[in-house]
Each structure stands twice: as C-alpha cells, then as structure tokens.
C-alpha cells in the first residue's frame, strides 16, 4: 500500500523531477509533486512524495528527514490528509447582525 510523505522547508529550485529523483534513491516513488503558487508558479517551499509501500516511506523518514538537500535542511513526515487531522471547527458563536441588532436603540 502507498504512503504520502510531507516534505517542507524546500528550496525554492526543487522541481518534480528532482524531489523524485531524490527519494528514489530509498525506493519506489509512486509520485513527487511540489506545491506551486496558482498565479506565479513559484514553489511554496513544500510538497509530497508518495512512496511504492509503508515500509518505504518509514525508510525515507528515518534517513531524509532532517537532511540537507539544494541548500536547505529538509523536513519529511506522514502525511495526513485532511479528514484525518484536521476539522473546521472555528467555534465562533452567533452571527455578527445578531451582535449589531443588540446595540439598536428600543
């Protein structure tokens, strides 16, 4: 079964291509994507690898995490989608014209 790895604090010249070429090195990549800007297509300095199995992405953890790759010390973890960790639950309270409303002369 494939693994996604996060990987951060990227060189801004990393590419596809070399993210690839770098985690092959471990094993199998199933795929390497760097996040890019939508209007300037500049790399937001992030990205995700998915690994052929969970034994190889445990591997690229232990020996890329914390690694200096282009100039910069790269960070590699499991990634989690965002149903798993994370849940739009601002709190928040009551709509803002109820607020308004309250303050309104009687």
Known sequence: MEKKLYIGNLAYSVNDESLRSAFSRIGSVESATVV???????????????????ELAALAIEKMNKTEFEGRTMFVSESHSSKEGYQNNSGGGGRRSDFRNDRRPR
């Open 36 to 54: 890019k800007d939508k209007i300037s297509g500049r790399s937001k300095g992030f990205g995700f690898v998915e690994m052929a199995s969970e």
